[in-house]
């Protein structure tokens, strides 16, 4: 039986169906193509996520040893201050909140200075060391007292980086300086008119009546990934000079996300034992 074909090659009378997707077919399909590409990202993001937090908390344990350690060669306290910035984000022509940042440094006590206002000086000459290492914009914290406001310095006479000519001409150059304080109930004062003094102007008055241990930055400004801060404001770890941790200070401290209240968002708690230990988790 012959079957006879048109010119097109197809059997008049039959129907030929194309084979191909539907619109309902392709919806299905970038929908979950879509589903699966968003899997993906969280999984890809959560993953960094964790990984920058995981080596912001392995720098954090870093530098309390580092403090640890310099404390037990050098033989002075070191200590690792803990705060929280305000951040800010600037949309357009304005600034608004950003959150907090947790971030945190290193400082080495240095000695005892004597404040008056806004100027900081070491009687009889002692302290020169101390002065040595203050630079222009430098942060300084009293040792003793770590949790109050951080002071800046603004500038240090015969500061040796700087030409003579710069030191000349500049206001705020000192040198000499009298300190009243007191002994006892008894007062004294000292004029102090070395005109090689090195003498620190702070940018805020001190508010010290009495020589404070003074305690300089020694290194950077460290910082938690954006969004995490500490749970608290102001947290102070001491070493001492035998390596322990000084009584009242902080034992712990926990770094969270500053806006997710989702646990899977809990960074990273880093404790210290009185002998100094450091834990992780």
Known sequence: MRIFRNQTGRVPGVIVRRSGFTLIELLVVMGIAAMLMTLAATSFFGASRRDNITKSRDQFCDVLRLARQQASILGKT???????????ITVGDKQISGGKQGRYAMFEYVGNIWPSGTKLAAPFGIQREAFALLTKNARLINIKEPDRDFMRVKYVANDATQSERDNQQDEESVSGIRLDYTVGNQAQSIDITDDNL??????????????????????????????????????????????????????????????????????????????????KK
């Open 198 to 279: 090195w003498v620190a102007t702070l940018r805020k008055a001190s508010g010290e009546s009495k020589a404070f241990p003074l305690g300089i930055r020694t290194t950077q400004t460290y910082s938690l990934p954006k969004d995490y801060c500490f749970n608290n404001d102001r947290a102070v770890f001491i070493f001492t000079a035998d390596g322990r941790l000084e009584s009242g200070s902080d034992s712990s401290v926990t770094a969270k996300h500053s806006v997710s209240k989702n646990a899977d968002n809990a960074t990273f708690v880093v404790s210290i034992t009185p002998q100094g230990d450091i834990s």
């Open 78 to 88: 070191h200590v690792v201050v803990c705060w929280n910035a305000d951040t800010k």
